[in-house]
């Protein structure tokens, strides 16, 4: 077993431990690409346009022993910028984006060197700050100085810090837990949304389903779960025949109003039928504009704006595609007109995701007064109107997982948010057509699932 720990490590046990134990144990072959998106990363090309008035020197080596021997050299240099360089340390291998020198006392003399990770989310995420503590402890084995703070670069070239310190505590605990199981020791399998980043997901979900694990269910907590385990209830299939009235008295910390929820959704999921609990109020038209967004993260870029307008008895899918890179601004114009032209209609959307861009959209190229505004007063968010008052036969409500379960079927058989990344990366590469028209056949079938949902729930939940 590879006892090799990386920043990746972090992130995927931070997602779900399983994978490090799956990729520990089983064979598999790493994809560069699909591992920078789940890391937040950009492309190299778009991490060279950022760094370009930072001069940079570069680290390229046939290995990482040799790529380690470079980055050591030119920190010994006095280096003030090191993109892509290595650092080992026993079977700990550190790859931040960047080392930047600063003022201080180190092994090299009067300076010491930082880690910064350019990132495309402009959030600062836990698993980053891990990542950060990490390459922090690799740097003091190095230049015998623990920095204190860790850096993360946004696309626009800002640079933000955080204390590491804060983190410390939670990298500990992380790194133990990778050690465990580097060591051979798994840990009791929990499933969650963010199981579905693995290559290893359908392991993960088909030992749930197996052993009927409480984390079958949608949304549930582990210290619900733990609480139920105390009371003696480690299946769905037990929880699913208790009362909730009785249930309540022998757990504490959960109501009784939360129990009954848990219980109906034990029984939808032994079932395998959905339970409506109450009334969905979508708006009373039929006219609707159907949106989905589809983005490059690697480039931080919103490429295809996609809507499918419903009227009458009919509806008509509308692209508005940047073919290129530089397009993004124009495609977003397009959109804007031709939501500027069917006014008062609602916005559908599946998630909150849609409307975080039109925001992020309209401060980089701009809007009209008050678009943004107004595109939030018609929206319909489909999953937040189901949750209130269905429960799905599904451990998970994505827009796939439903509208499947309602028998809508995507076209393509890989169909997924992270292969349109990778057909749209293709497209600009290789001017593949039929690249780009996966893409947008993906986003028809988006828009479509999301309409075909909405219209069952209006069925069903009057």
């Given at each position: 077993?590879?006892?090799?720990?990386?920043?990746?490590?972090?992130?995927?046990?931070?997602?779900?431990?399983?994978?490090?134990?799956?990729?520990?144990?089983?064979?598999?072959?790493?994809?560069?690409?699909?591992?920078?998106?789940q890391d937040d990363a950009l492309i190299q090309e778009q991490e060279r346009a950022i760094l370009v008035t930072r001069k940079s020197i570069e680290i390229s080596a046939e290995s990482e022993d040799e790529a380690f021997a470079k980055t050591v050299e030119l920190m010994k240099q006095g280096a003030q910028s090191i993109y892509g360089g290595v650092l080992l340390h026993g079977h700990w291998v550190a790859k931040p984006d960047l080392f930047?020198?600063?003022?201080?006392?180190?092994?090299?003399?009067?300076?010491?060197?930082?880690?910064?990770?350019?990132?495309?989310?402009?959030?600062?995420?836990?698993?980053?700050?891990?990542?950060?503590?990490?390459?922090?402890?690799?740097?003091?084995?190095?230049?015998?100085?623990?920095?204190?703070?860790?850096?993360?670069?946004?696309?626009?070239?800002?640079?933000?810090?955080?204390?590491?310190?804060?983190?410390?505590?939670?990298?500990?605990?992380?790194?133990?837990?990778?050690?465990?199981?580097?060591?051979?020791?798994?840990?009791?399998?929990?499933?969650?949304?963010?199981?579905?980043?693995?290559?290893?997901?359908?392991?993960?979900?088909?030992?749930?389903?197996?052993?009927?694990?409480?984390?079958?269910?949608?949304?549930?907590?582990?210290?619900?779960?733990?609480?139920?385990?105390?009371?003696?209830?480690?299946?769905?299939?037990?929880?699913?025949?208790?009362?909730?009235?009785?249930?309540?008295?022998?757990?504490?910390?959960?109501?009784?109003?939360?129990?009954?929820?848990?219980?109906?959704?034990?029984?939808?999921?032994?079932?395998?039928?959905?339970?409506?609990?109450?009334?969905?109020?979508?708006?009373?038209?039929?006219?609707?504009?159907?949106?989905?967004?589809?983005?490059?993260?690697?480039?931080?870029?919103?490429?295809?704006?996609?809507?499918?307008?419903?009227?009458?008895?009919?509806?008509?899918?509308?692209?508005?595609?940047?073919?290129?890179?530089?397009?993004?601004?124009?495609?977003?114009?397009?959109?804007?007109?031709?939501?500027?032209?069917?006014?008062?209609?609602?916005?559908?959307?599946?998630?909150?995701?849609?409307?975080?861009?039109?925001?992020?959209?309209?401060?980089?190229?701009?809007?009209?007064?008050?678009?943004?505004?107004?595109?939030?007063?018609?929206?319909?968010?489909?999953?937040?109107?189901?949750?209130?008052?269905?429960?799905?036969?599904?451990?998970?409500?994505?827009?796939?997982?439903?509208?499947?379960?309602?028998?809508?079927?995507?076209?393509?058989?890989?169909?997924?948010?992270?292969?349109?990344?990778?057909?749209?990366?293709?497209?600009?590469?290789?001017?593949?057509?039929?690249?780009?028209?996966?893409?947008?056949?993906?986003?028809?079938?988006?828009?479509?699932?999301?309409?075909?949902?909405?219209?069952?729930?209006?069925?069903?939940?009057?």
């Open positions: 077993m590879s006892k090799r720990i990386t920043k990746q490590s972090f992130y995927r046990y931070l997602k779900c431990p399983s994978w490090i134990w799956f990729d520990a144990t089983l064979p598999h072959r790493e994809d560069a690409m699909r591992a920078r998106v930047e020198r600063v003022s201080g006392k180190s092994n090299f003399g009067d300076y010491y060197y930082v880690a910064c990770d350019i990132k495309r989310s402009r959030h600062l995420k836990d698993e980053y700050c891990v990542q950060g503590a990490f390459y922090a402890e690799v740097l003091r084995g190095i230049q015998g100085m623990k920095p204190k703070q860790g850096y993360i670069m946004r696309p626009d070239g800002t640079v933000e810090a955080y204390i590491l310190e804060e983190y410390l505590t939670k990298f500990r605990l992380v790194l133990d837990g990778i050690e465990r199981i580097l060591e051979g020791i798994r840990e009791p399998h929990f499933l969650t949304s963010d199981c579905k980043q693995s290559p290893w997901f359908d392991e993960c979900k088909n030992e749930t389903i197996a052993s009927d694990h409480l984390s079958r269910m949608n949304r549930i907590w582990r210290s619900e779960v733990t609480a139920l385990n105390d009371a003696g209830i480690t299946t769905v299939t037990e929880l699913s025949t208790r009362n909730a009235d009785l249930l309540a008295r022998g757990v504490p910390g959960i109501t009784q109003e939360r129990l009954q929820f848990l219980i109906l959704g034990a029984k939808a999921l032994l079932d395998g039928k959905p339970v409506v609990l109450g009334k969905i109020d979508f708006p009373k038209t039929d006219d609707a504009l159907v949106v989905d967004i589809e983005a490059d993260p690697l480039r931080d870029l919103h490429y295809l704006f996609g809507v499918l307008d419903v009227h009458g008895q009919g509806d008509e899918f509308h692209t508005f595609l940047a073919e290129k890179q530089d397009e993004e601004k124009a495609a977003w114009e397009a959109f804007v007109a031709f939501m500027e032209s069917r006014p008062g209609i609602p916005v559908y959307h599946y998630g909150w995701y849609e409307q975080d861009v039109f925001r992020l959209m309209a401060e980089r190229h701009g809007a009209p007064e008050g678009f943004v505004d107004d595109l939030a007063e018609r929206s319909v968010d489909v999953l937040e109107r189901l949750r209130e008052a269905v429960i799905f036969p599904l451990s998970f409500y994505s827009l796939k997982d439903i509208a499947q379960f309602l028998g809508f079927r995507w076209r393509h058989d890989d169909a997924s948010g992270l292969n349109s990344v990778l057909w749209y990366e293709d497209w600009l590469r290789t001017g593949n057509r039929e690249m780009l028209n996966d893409v947008l056949r993906y986003n028809e079938d988006d828009v479509r699932a999301t309409w075909v949902v909405r219209q069952w729930a209006k069925q069903r939940a009057l």
